[in-house]
Every structure is written in C-alpha cells, then in structure tokens.
C-alpha cells in the first residue's frame, strides 16, 4: 500500500490550494481515505475522510463549507476555499481497508508523507 500526498503551498487568505492523494495497494471498493493535519505542538486533526464509494464523507467543524473531499479513480483530492491562517499545517492522507470511516488518526493504518500547508499574506 502505498499514498502519495502532493500539492500543498503558499498561500494568501481567502485562497484555495487542491491537495491530492494517490492510493495504490487497495482494492477499489473497500477503501477509506482520510485527510488529517498537523501543528507542531497539537494532536493529529482529522479534517475530512472519505470511503471509496463516496457513500460516507466526514467533515471536521472547522473546514466545513470551505473544503471539499473527492475520490476519483485512485486519487483523493482535498479541495480547500477560503483558506484561514489557522489552516496552516503539514497535511497527510491515511487509508484504511474498509467501507466505513472513522476520523481518528489511530484508525488509520497507512499514511503517506505530509504535504505542507501554509496561509499567510
């Protein structure tokens, strides 16, 4: 299993970044993708997962209505509007071999390298 996580960037407030995440190693439909990041200091913040079908998608609180999770094919794109200052951090994609989602980072059994994020004008 492997995940390749890509497109994170400088960024001002009130931009948009699209990160991706390539999945190879799973079989299509049984397959749950998170979007997690990291702030020195902080836990793990689960911000969006997905499972293959689309069926399930979660949403943290504070990204709601400004990102934008999607699968196609062995990609998971993470698409984030509007973004804050306070998003900035080094996001990773997880996986896990399953067709439901938990959004807890110890659930995940794959990760892939981080991707970081930073909003600043």
């Known amino acids: 299993v492997q995940l390749q996580a890509s497109g994170g960037g400088l960024v001002q407030p009130g931009g948009s970044l699209r990160l991706s995440c390539a999945v190879s190693?799973?079989?299509?439909?049984?397959?749950?993708i998170g979007w997690f990041r990291k702030v020195p200091g902080k836990e793990f913040e689960g911000v969006s997962c997905?499972?293959?079908?689309?069926?399930q998608i979660y949403y943290a609180d504070s990204v709601k209505g400004r990102f934008t999770i999607s699968s196609v094919q062995n990609t998971v794109y993470l698409q984030m509007n509007s973004l804050k200052p306070e998003d900035t951090a080094i996001y990773y994609c997880?996986?896990?071999?399953?067709?439901?989602?938990?959004?807890?980072?110890?659930?995940?059994?794959?990760w892939g390298q981080g991707t970081l994020v930073t909003v600043s004008s």
């Open positions: 190693g799973f079989t299509l439909d049984r397959r749950a």
């Open positions: 997880a996986a896990k071999g399953s067709t439901g989602i938990v959004a807890r980072s110890d659930w995940f059994d794959y």
């Open positions: 997905i499972t293959a079908s689309s069926s």
